[in-house]
């Protein structure tokens, strides 16, 4: 119990999420949904969606244990695998604590899935809805950002940006779901590359070569975003990769 209170203490600063880190740009706030209602998608607590999914997390563990004054029906402590490989002092894989307060109002999906990744300014979970959707959803402080993808070559296109506020956000609820038809992609992957637009709308596009095409341009976003820890660089690049297929 000492090593757990003192491995809190340790981590205190760098997991419990600030406004600072949670809240996105004011910019990216308004992106107009695109594509047809055609359904609902179900919503849950983390809490609840952790449970359910967590024998199904890789490097992904749930801490419970007793501490005086914190409600475990409320608080989620999550021990991840450290990001840079560390290892302790007998050569084990070292750990991180995440402490996320509240869990049981943290609204998310409620859908199953394999993979949860936790950044320092929030988390994403990844769900599929069919053989056409899917649905990244990134929990930040004000609530859930749900992008919904195409699946295409194995490759998640984002076509709309769905924002859920968490005082708006009724647990055990639900929210629309935009579909789009995926075919009309390959036709606009052929279109010619506009650099010009891609710089203003993603200044770090000056460093790439070889980008001819539209799909030139999403491939080398999402190679982008493969690398990317930060909850409001992956939603740049999705708002980016929407504008540039539009």
Not at 24 to 29: Q, R, W
Not at 91 to 119: A, C, H, M, R
Not at 131 to 138: A, F, G, P
Not at 180 to 198: H, V
């Amino acid at each position: 119990m000492e090593n757990l209170s003192e491995m809190l203490k340790e981590n205190e600063t760098k997991t419990k999420f600030t406004e600072k880190d949670l809240d996105l740009p004011e910019t990216k706030e308004d992106i107009p949904p695109q594509g047809e209602i055609v359904s609902t998608v179900p919503i849950t607590s983390f809490s609840k969606w952790f449970e359910q999914n967590s024998s199904k997390l890789q490097n992904i563990n749930q801490v419970k244990v007793a501490i005086r004054g914190v409600d475990p029906n409320k608080t989620l402590i999550i021990a991840i695998k450290d990001p840079e490989g560390g290892k302790d002092t007998s050569g084990n894989d070292k750990k991180i604590l995440k402490v996320f307060e509240e869990s049981d109002t943290i609204p998310v999906i409620n859908l199953p899935s394999s993979d949860l990744q936790i950044y320092n300014n929030g988390f994403r979970i990844i769900s599929k809805f069919n053989d056409n959707i899917v649905l990244k959803s990134y929990g930040i402080k004000t609530g859930l950002v749900i992008v919904f993808c195409n699946e295409v070559d194995l490759k998640l296109i984002p076509y709309t940006i769905y924002r859920l506020k968490k005082k708006e956000a009724g647990i055990d609820s639900s929210i629309p779901m935009f579909s789009k038809d995926p075919t009309d992609l390959i036709r606009i992957f052929a279109e010619n590359a506009d650099l010009q637009t891609l710089q203003i709308l993603y200044k770090q596009s000056a460093r790439a070569e070889g980008l001819k095409t539209k799909k030139d341009i999403v491939d080398w976003l999402l190679e982008r975003q493969a690398e990317v820890t930060d909850v409001n660089h992956h939603l740049q690049i999705d708002s980016v990769i929407i504008d540039i297929l539009k």
